[in-house]
């Protein structure tokens, strides 16, 4: 199974600020890369996904991606209570292979 | 808006016994697939199914587990003779490619005494 390897946090920010996740990947051959959001007890739940080198924005969440550097990122702009969850990174070769997951907490 | 749902959402059972865990995925979806959590741990792979067929399978996939699509509509993962360390939320997800855009059901939690 490929080794994805995210920030271990948990990360703290305060409400309305940028909350910024790190994700890292071993197999350089790998295509595409998911971020999952996981509220505590619940299932995993798609927010983004990225398959090209750059930025994705899609509402608040920017997902960046640098194949050259087996790195992906999530950035989540004006931070809001309801964002306190795991995100979870994610590749796939046909299969999905998580990280641990990054717990985000919003203070308000 | 279509939900994948499974069942039970919660189930005890003790050491050596067997457990069927039941997901009724989207209608639309073509491949399928279980994944455990134990708890506090990352989610972990477990089988695909596509086209009535395991696709793919992980090495915690051992011959306990089994798959099944028995009606066309529901999907099943079987356990046979459960471990203690079969404890875990399992969850069945499904798409309509062959990607990782996957929905989730809400999970099973497994509790094995």
């Known amino acids: 199974q490929k080794e994805v390897e995210q920030n271990s946090g948990p990360l703290s920010v305060p409400e309305g600020a940028i909350a910024s996740l790190n994700c890292t990947y071993s197999d350089r051959g790998s295509q595409s890369f998911f971020w999952y959001r996981q509220y505590s007890g619940k299932s995993p739940e798609l927010i983004m996904f990225i398959y090209s080198n750059g930025d994705k924005e899609d509402g608040r969440f920017t997902a960046q991606l640098n194949k050259a550097s087996q790195y992906v990122s999530l950035l989540i702009r004006d931070s809001q209570p309801s964002d306190s969850a795991t995100y979870l990174c994610?590749?796939?070769?046909?299969?999905?292979?998580f990280g641990a997951g990054t717990t985000v907490t919003v203070r308000a | 808006e279509p939900e994948v749902t499974q069942t039970p959402s919660h189930q005890v059972t003790q050491m050596g016994q067997e457990v069927i865990l039941r997901c009724v995925p989207i209608?639309?979806?073509?491949?399928f697939y279980w994944y455990r959590q134990i708890l506090g741990q990352k989610v972990e792979f477990l089988v695909s199914?596509?086209?009535?067929?395991?696709?793919?399978k992980s090495e915690i996939f051992d011959d306990q587990f089994s798959v099944e699509r028995p009606d066309g509509s529901n999907f099943t993962l079987k356990i046979r003779s459960t471990k203690l360390e079969d404890s875990a939320m399992y969850f069945c997800?499904?798409?309509?490619?062959?990607?990782?855009?996957?929905?989730f059901g809400e999970g099973s939690r497994l509790t094995v005494l």
């Open positions: 994610a590749v796939t070769d046909y299969k999905l292979s």
């Open positions: 199914f596509y086209n009535n067929e395991i696709s793919e």
């Open positions: 209608s639309n979806h073509l491949y």
């Open positions: 997800a499904g798409g309509t490619v062959n990607t990782g855009e996957l929905f």
